[in-house]
């Protein structure tokens, strides 16, 4: 069965660094695209950053580009998202998330809060 289990929150300072992970199961992970998802209180669920099967290519929502790297391991089945300079409105809870056969995936998420 797919599972996707993210780690990596926690509090942090504004101008501060965090490294989410989300490690993947059950599916063959180097031939899937992954995404980055928040979600703050009382807002809706937002697409932050995407790559590629391979790699190659990634996306990022305007708010984070310059700060935020996506970033993939295929031998660890595991992505990563590299969060600098951040800032109290990136406090969310944040969640991978994949398609397989037609059917969304999603990980249980991981509480970041930017706060001083």
């Known amino acids: 069965q797919v599972q996707l289990v993210e780690s990596g929150g926690g509090l942090v300072q504004p101008g501060g660094s965090l490294r989410l992970s989300c490690a993947a199961f059950g599916f063959t992970f180097r031939s899937y695209a992954i995404g980055w998802y928040r979600q703050a209180p009382g807002r809706e669920r937002e697409l932050v950053a995407t790559i590629a099967s391979a790699g190659t290519t990634s996306y990022y929502e305007d708010s984070v580009k310059g700060r935020f790297t996506i970033s993939r391991d295929n031998v660890k089945s595991t992505v990563y998202l590299q969060m600098n300079s951040l800032k109290p409105e990136d406090t969310a809870v944040y969640y991978c998330?994949?398609?397989?056969?037609?059917?969304?995936?999603w990980g249980q998420g991981t509480q970041v809060t930017v706060s001083s």
């Open positions: 998330n994949v398609e397989v056969f037609s059917t969304y995936y």
